[in-house]
């Protein structure tokens, strides 16, 4: 047990490393841990999640206030629709057995990694940026909605949507996007406390080590290539989710 302690510690801490130096992906590690290494059930460890996704996305957004790039107005908007979506999706969660959350959570996993190992597209130079706020809205209440249901902070696709839609530049989107993760976050959590507690202990254990973590990533995320980084990431996530896949299908058999 104890050396499991330290293991899950560890993830932790390095969960939380990849939230801020990537800004959006790394929190999607959070469920496996919980589930695999912890041993919290697939509706709890969602709940978890988002607590400690959430809470570490307050951190990152607080040291990021330091060096600026957060658009208000843009992740009001953003995060307003994602609240919608988040506590409408947390329901959807007790609807389904376990297995079927650890599949539907093992595919969003291979979805998310190919989106990262997909090369950055860089703007044009002059490139004027269209806002589209509608669309940035509908956006913001999906990305809710998955934020809900699966407990993920959801800046993979954020990050993105920000830029597209909100005429965001890249810097600014992954900026902005940790507001809107703590919001979705929150929301999210709300209505899944409904259904049952936390494990506190767990929760604090994951959010103290993880506000370290982010911390230490947005300061590594200055020195390092964020290209290699996604990319080795993206492939570390890829054989997790065939873990789980593998795993959840023998449990079928």
């Not at 951190?59 to 506590?87: C, D, H, T």
């Amino acid at each position: 047990m104890d050396g499991l302690w330290w293991l899950s510690s560890l993830l932790a801490l390095a969960i939380g490393v990849s939230l801020g130096l990537l800004g959006g992906g790394g929190s999607i590690l959070t469920v496996p841990v919980l589930v695999y290494v912890v041993g919290q059930r697939p509706e709890a460890a969602m709940s978890t999640s988002l607590a400690v996704v959430g809470l570490n996305a307050v951190v990152g957004s607080l040291l990021r206030l330091r060096q600026g790039g957060v658009q208000w107005r843009a992740a009001a908007l953003f995060g307003g629709a994602g609240i919608l979506g988040a506590y409408g999706g947390s329901w959807f969660t007790h609807l389904l057995p376990g297995v079927v959350l650890l599949l539907l959570f093992a595919a969003l996993m291979l979805v998310i990694a190919g989106l990262m190992l997909r090369p950055a597209r860089a703007p044009a130079a002059g490139a004027v940026h269209t806002v589209y706020w509608q669309r940035a809205v509908m956006a913001g209440l999906g990305v809710g909605v998955l934020t809900g249901f699966l407990g993920v902070g959801g800046g993979f696709l954020i990050v993105p949507a920000l830029v597209l839609f909100g005429g965001l530049g890249m810097v600014e989107a992954v900026a902005t996007s940790l507001p809107i993760i703590a919001l979705n976050s929150g929301a999210g959590l709300v209505g899944h406390l409904s259904h049952g507690g936390l494990d506190w202990g767990v929760t604090a254990r994951f959010v103290g080590l993880g506000a370290v973590g982010v911390a230490l990533g947005i300061t590594l995320a200055r020195r390092t290539s964020p290209t290699r980084l996604r990319q080795g990431f993206a492939w570390f996530v890829i054989l997790v989710a065939l873990y789980m896949l593998t795993r959840t299908g023998l449990q079928l058999l």
